[in-house]
């Protein structure tokens, strides 16, 4: 069996359309959606990431304004320019781009930006009304995973989904709204005894971890989705998964590939929570 590629460009390329025509149908009613990006530092990866959500506001029609520090960059400076875009109200979407420099306190940061300018999903209030059942952000990488699966026609309803990474912004969230839409959810971490064998229970699988190669074909059952999160810059420069594709395709249903998956998808629901914002809701449905 060779699985169904899940094309994330493609989709991406398909829902930023729609994007797009939503954000002109807001323009002509006076309002501009608008992003602001803060960005510490000269991590090259975070200044890449920065351009690839840069320049999908610009196609989509919405305004980017980013907002480049050095890494000298003091907390409270930064704490007083958040302040300054949430008391904005032409700026509708905030998102400081992480990894964070260590003397500045990440936590204290996504705890500054204002709840409904929250688009990145980040803060504990849109965590916590998430996890209540409220409407909320959610956070970019886990909805962009969901979407990708109701493309593909996988319903999570009643099936096991395996979430391996227990991140506050991918793997906890995510599992969340699999077991909202009904899954069955185990999650999986770096202490987890005997991960194999409870991986190859998942209909759907979830490869959260960061670890190039870690999901071999002994982790898959046969016929599951598996969506890989992993973003892994190898020595030769190129983009890695923490799925070993060619092996894993031969097994699974479907399969995202990296690059072309997941990231495309990340950076789509971005400017979903900014236009959805720029509506004055937190969610685009409707
Ligand atoms: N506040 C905050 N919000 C984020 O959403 C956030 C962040 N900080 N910090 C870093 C991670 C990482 N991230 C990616 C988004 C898109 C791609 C992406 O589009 N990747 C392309 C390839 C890009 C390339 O080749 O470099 C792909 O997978 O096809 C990757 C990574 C968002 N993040």
Redesign the pocket.
């Known amino acids: 069996m060779t699985a169904t590629l899940i094309n ?2 493609q989709i991406a390329t398909q829902l930023r359309s729609e994007l797009a025509e939503q954000v002109t149908e807001l323009v002509s009613k006076g309002v501009q959606p608008s992003l602001a990006v803060i960005l510490v530092g000269d991590d090259p ?2 200044h ?2 920065v351009r ?2 840069e320049k999908a506001c610009e196609k989509a029609g919405i305004l980017s304004i980013v907002k480049r520090h050095p890494s000298s960059l003091k907390e409270d400076e930064l704490l007083a320019e958040i302040d300054t875009l949430n008391e904005d109200s032409s700026v509708h979407g905030i ?5 964070l420099p260590d003397h500045i306190s990440e936590n204290a940061v996504l705890e500054r930006i204002a709840v409904d300018k929250d688009v ?1 999903g ?1 803060h504990p209030v849109n965590a916590g009304r998430l996890i209540t059942g409220k409407d909320s952000f959610k ?3 886990p909805l962009g995973i969901m979407k990708m699966l109701e493309f593909s026609g996988v319903e999570p309803k009643g099936k096991h989904a395996v979430v391996v990474g227990r991140s506050h ?1 991918v793997g906890k969230p995510v599992g969340q709204l699999l077991l909202n839409q009904d899954a069955t959810v185990t999650y999986c971490h770096s202490k987890t005894n005997d991960l194999a064998s409870i991986t190859r229970q998942a209909d759907i699988l979830i490869a959260a971890v960061g670890r190039v190669n870690m999901i071999g074909v002994e982790h898959v059952k046969p016929g599951a989705a598996v969506i890989d999160v992993g ?1 892994n ?1 190898l020595d030769n420069g190129k ?1 890695s998964g923490d799925v070993q594709f060619d092996e894993v395709q031969e097994r699974a249903g479907w399969i995202t ?8 998808m ?2 789509t629901m ?1 400017l979903y929570n900014t236009v959805a914002a720029a509506r004055g809701k937190m969610s685009n449905e409707s």
């Open positions: 994330g460009k990866a975070s890449s990431y690839g959500k998102l400081v781009q992480m990894p990145d980040f956070p970019c990488t912004l973003i810059r983009l590939p990296v690059p072309g998956g997941v990231g495309p990340t950076i971005l």
